[in-house]
């Protein structure tokens, strides 16, 4: 027992060994420098951080922005999720397939791409004047709109793929002895089928919640330096302003943003797979 378990230490040691190099000692030092001060060690830096009204905004941004995304992933993807473990055959390999395609393909690409579909003669226009929403096109680009369905297209897979991962394992059965017993169908989806696919609700809404308070690319090529988030706040700290005592802040912040809805995501997690 005892060798195996050293064979799996060794095994795992290369992958250790690399994530140390390339992400702890980085981390380390990032966490390190938002803590420095003239003197040594001091929190100033955070001090004046968080005095400074425009750092609210822009954390304000960061959860607003990221709250939407999540919001309209959860609500676009959920029937999805459910038509894809329910599909069978040829349908299921193509339903996949137009969900799992679209991750390889870069966020540069689907950036750069959504900016040509939001303009103001990109289709998304040309699509709400045809069906009178509009009366004449408008640009969606550089928008918080725009942004949002920008980000919820790149990101909508990994809201749907956690659902369907819970929602193939209910026994569909379940909905039809509810309706036996006189439940209506309404009853029958908040009283047994929603709260059945809670663990993948709370999977998908924590991947997509964190990836959307981190997003960089999707931010500066949609919406543009006027609206700023922490993680394009710190890429131009350290980018553009060559300012490594707030870039530091600013990803210290996220980082604990990040860290906080991993942590409260794991703990629902438990708790809903606990009285599912």
Do not use: H
């Not at 003239?38 to 968080?50: A, I, K, R, Y």
């Amino acid at each position: 027992m005892k060798s195996d378990r050293s064979l799996v230490g060794w095994l795992a040691a290369p992958a250790v060994f690399y994530l140390a190099i390339v992400y702890a000692l980085p981390l380390t030092w990032l966490l390190a420098r938002s803590m420095m001060g003239p003197n040594g060690f001091s929190l100033v830096l955070f001090q004046e951080f968080f005095a400074d009204p425009f750092s609210w905004r822009v954390i304000g941004n960061t959860l607003r922005i990221a709250g939407l995304v999540t919001i309209f992933c959860l609500v676009v993807g959920y029937p999805v999720a459910f038509a894809l473990a329910r599909a069978r055959g040829v349908v299921q390999v193509i339903l996949l397939a137009a969900i799992i395609l679209p991750l390889s393909i870069g966020v540069v690409v689907k950036a750069f791409a959504w900016q040509i579909v939001l303009r103001r003669d990109g289709v998304v226009s040309q699509f709400l004047v045809g069906i009178g929403v509009w009366s004449e096109p408008q640009r969606l680009l550089f928008t918080e709109t725009g942004l949002v369905i920008g980000a919820a297209n790149v990101f909508l897979p990994f809201m749907i793929l956690p659902i369907y991962s819970v929602v193939k394992l209910i026994d569909p059965r379940l909905m039809e002895a509810g309706a036996t017993l006189g439940v209506s169908p309404v009853s029958r989806f908040f009283r047994i089928l929603f709260p059945l696919t809670l663990p993948g609700i709370v999977s998908g809404i924590a991947f997509v919640f964190s990836l959307s308070v981190s997003m960089f690319v999707i931010p500066s090529l949609l919406i543009g330096d006027r609206f700023q988030t922490l993680a394009t706040l710190t890429g131009r700290s350290f980018l553009l302003m060559r300012n490594e005592a707030l870039g530091s802040v600013t990803a210290t912040v996220l980082l604990v943003l990040a860290v906080t809805i991993v942590l409260l995501s794991s703990f629902l997690a438990r708790r809903v797979g606990r009285f599912a």
